[in-house]
């Protein structure tokens, strides 16, 4: 496979067509899905001339979490249903390309076994923080001990969006054997159904978040100047634009399009971005418009489904070079050196 849309193809023929649909799909329509690899591909890159270096520097540094490449693994739910060792196969590639995993609170491995497969890999973890606070503590508490080092808040989810291939399906839960691990209690295993996304979760929650942790908060879903400004007044670390690859409110706008806005409104806070990341001219464009790293979910997906842990490296493997590619194409020696006049909206 050369392209990150060829393991998607493999991973297509090789997964239950149920499973597939859940991975692939979107909420509604599936507009915003298609909008964001739409937007990405009408935006024209304008290279420099006769520049550049003879090496690349790609690395960037994330709430102190040094990555080999802008490129971050955006967290996703069920990796079991890919492939058999599931989360666990994804670490290990992911440490190897030296990159940063944002774990899912809805991984089918647990937080601590993951982090163990990989002590080297830079883990941060994704949480919905749920009504019950002393539940929610208590799983921030595993992240922290597993060695997560930043908290990835997902604030796009008042309610689970309407995927309606999951409907038709009937794919309302995991299959027998396969358990929300991160949200084991004792000896009871977890159910995605235990997972509340409740529209009460308000900024009072943010703050009762930084009461309880240390670790860095990051909100992922954000959309809005406005909010980008409540977020750097609320003392959070980060930002993630993310429409939650169109799987949340169809018809919200194609994250590229709306990431210049928030990076302005955002107080210099590290504004990352996702959704239909796909080619490394894709990853240029985010950065030359002041996202400071982009994340993968649904490729990551692809990879692990075609090959497991080998399919994870080439995912990650192939965006590093295409970045690189377009980086020496683009006459620029750094990551750093990207731009918004490299961009033509
Ligand atoms: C199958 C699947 C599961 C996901 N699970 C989660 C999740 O558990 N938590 C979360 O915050 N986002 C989740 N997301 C959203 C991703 O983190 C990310 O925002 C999105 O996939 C980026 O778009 P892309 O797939 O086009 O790269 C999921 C996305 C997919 C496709
Ligand atoms: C429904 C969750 C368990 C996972 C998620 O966020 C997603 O499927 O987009």
Request: hydrophobic share 45%.
């Amino acid at each position: 496979m050369r392209t990150l849309r060829e393991y998607e193809a493999v991973a297509r023929e090789r997964l239950d067509p149920v499973h597939y649909d859940y991975f692939a799909g979107g909420a509604g329509d599936e507009v915003t899905l298609r909008a964001n690899e739409a937007s990405l591909a009408r935006l024209a890159l304008l290279p420099r001339i006769l520049r550049g270096g003879a090496r690349r520097e790609l690395g960037v540094t994330l709430l102190g979490t040094g990555a080999s490449m802008p490129v971050l693994v955006a967290p996703t739910a069920f990796h079991r249903l890919a492939a058999p060792d599931g989360e666990r196969a994804t670490v290990r590639a992911v440490a190897a390309a030296d990159t940063i995993m944002i774990v899912s609170m809805a991984a089918t491995v647990a937080v601590e076994d993951i982090a163990a497969e990989a002590p080297d890999a830079k883990l941060w973890f994704q949480l919905y923080v749920q009504p019950d606070l002393a539940f929610t503590e208590a799983i921030v508490r595993r992240a922290e001990a597993a060695g997560c080092r930043a908290l990835v808040v997902t604030v796009d989810s008042p309610a689970l969006g309407r995927r309606e291939r999951d409907g038709r399906n009937g794919f309302h839960d995991l299959p027998d054997g396969l358990y929300c691990e991160n949200l084991r209690i004792g000896d009871s295993p977890g159910h995605v159904r235990q997972i509340a996304m409740s529209p009460e979760i308000s900024w009072e929650h943010i703050a009762w978040l930084r009461d309880v942790t240390e670790l860095p908060i990051v909100l992922k879903g954000v959309l809005r100047a406005e909010d980008a400004r409540l977020a750097a007044g609320a003392g959070v670390a980060g930002l993630i634009v993310s429409n939650h690859g169109g799987r949340q409110l169809d018809t919200v706008p194609a994250t590229i399009d709306v990431l210049p806005e928030v990076v302005d409104a955002a107080g210099g806070l590290p504004v990352l971005m996702d959704g239909g990341i796909r080619r490394g001219t894709d990853v240029l464009k985010a950065l030359a418009l002041g996202a400071s790293a982009v994340a993968i979910g649904r490729p990551v997906v692809w990879g692990l489904a075609a090959e497991g842990e080998q399919g994870v490296k080439g995912v990650l493997e192939r965006i590093r070079d295409e970045v690189d590619d377009a980086l020496v194409q683009c006459g620029c020696a750094s990551v750093r050196d990207l731009d918004r006049t490299y961009v033509r909206c």
